[in-house]
């Protein structure tokens, strides 16, 4: 996996972030305003068609996914403090 570099930091700067080899990570910045989702609900059927939605449901070792996202959060929480 490449690491992003950020865009140079100036006011009005639109330029997406670039991994080390100039490419432009895995975003798609390119798509038209058409094709975005307007509504919550074309918002959810476009998230469940990608796959976004539903990518872990075969998972067998997060349960109860409201638990697993808490216990994800206190994780990171203690990383930050630990640093």
């Given amino acids: 996996m490449a690491t992003r570099k950020a865009p140079e930091e100036t006011s009005g700067d639109t330029t997406p972030p670039t991994t080390e080899d100039g490419s432009d990570d895995d975003f798609s910045f390119s798509s038209p305003v058409e094709d975005k989702p307007k509504t919550g609900q074309e918002l ?4 469940v068609e990608s796959g976004f939605i539903g ?3 075969d998972r067998t070792n997060i349960g109860d ?3 697993y996202a ?3 959060r206190k994780r990171a929480s203690e ?3 630990g640093q």
Avoid: C, I, T
């Fill in 70 to 72: 808490r216990l994800l």
């Fill in 44 to 47: 959810y059927r476009a998230l």
């Fill in 65 to 67: 996914s409201v638990e």
């Fill in 55 to 57: 990518a872990w449901k």
């Fill in 79 to 81: 990383r930050l403090r």
